[in-house]
T-cell receptor, first 117, second 111 residues
Framework: DADVTQTPRNRITKTGKRIMLECSQT?????MYWYRQDPGLGLRLIYY???????NKGEISDGYSVSRQAQAKFSLSLESAIPNQTALYFC????????????????FGPGTRLTVL | GDSVTQMEGPVTLSEEAFLTINCTYT??????LFWYVQYPGEGLQLLLK?????DKGSNKGFEATYRKETTSFHLEKGSVQVSDSAVYFC??????????FGKGTRLHILP
């Protein structure tokens, strides 16, 4: 079984609709992240959470919100989807280990392909 | 701010060719450096990493050496296979415990 799962894997929606993307992990990691991937732009950080009570904005948080329901679950919402939010979305986790998580591997889910018409 | 620049793709090679994907970085301090790989239809996975200057990361025949003097972390493989076709991302461990990714380089290996 996959350690980091994302649902749905594909979603097509219309402009103005509210969408929630879900991420669950069985790795026991405290730190979770949401990224979007666009062709030619690489991965950009949307939000991140270092524990259940800690939520931080990334570089492109406008138009998105998140909820950390439990250590294992981190959801991303688009309150009113727009076409330029069409992208591939990834959830990731990491364990700070003995120091900064900058030294440590991030583990990625398989991604959610979102299309906003 | 911290940033990563990697060569644009796509890169197309024949099987058994030598591979280099260039990566340079800008950062304060001494960040950890990573290469991640994304196979078609999958999420990213760590390929190798180096945490200090002159360290060499290696995995699956790929290597990269942390060069502080040239702020580089180029990815190399001596003989590529069709199964190496993927997108490769250079990344650094930035401030506030975040990873900063390059834009990715798509690699095609022809049989």
């Amino acid at each position: 079984d996959a350690d980091v799962t994302q649902t749905p894997r594909n979603r097509i929606t219309k402009t103005g609709k509210r969408i929630m993307l879900e991420c669950s992990q069985t790795k026991g990691h405290d730190r979770m992240y949401w990224y979007r991937q666009d062709p030619g732009l690489g991965l950009r950080l949307i939000y991140y959470s270092f524990d259940v009570k800690d939520i931080n904005k990334g570089e492109i948080s406008d138009g998105y919100s998140v909820s950390r329901q439990a250590q294992a679950k981190f959801s991303l919402s688009l309150e009113s989807a727009i076409p330029n939010q069409t992208a591939l979305y990834f959830c990731a986790t990491s364990d700070p280990g003995q120091g900064s998580s900058s030294y440590n591997e991030q583990f990625f889910g398989p991604g959610t392909r979102l299309t906003v018409l | 701010g911290d940033s990563v620049t990697q060569m644009e793709g796509p890169v197309t090679l024949s099987e058994e060719a030598f591979l280099t994907i260039n990566c340079t970085y800008t950062a304060t301090g001494y960040p950890s450096l990573f290469w991640y790989v994304q196979y078609p239809g999958e999420g990213l996975q760590l390929l190798l990493k180096a945490t200090k200057a002159d360290d060499k990361g290696s995995n699956k025949g790929f290597e990269a050496t942390y060069r502080k003097e040239t702020t580089s972390f180029h990815l190399e493989k001596g003989s590529v296979q069709v199964s190496d076709s993927a997108v490769y991302f250079c990344a650094l461990g930035g401030r506030d415990d975040k990873i900063i990714f390059g834009k990715g380089t798509r690699l095609h290996i022809l049989p």
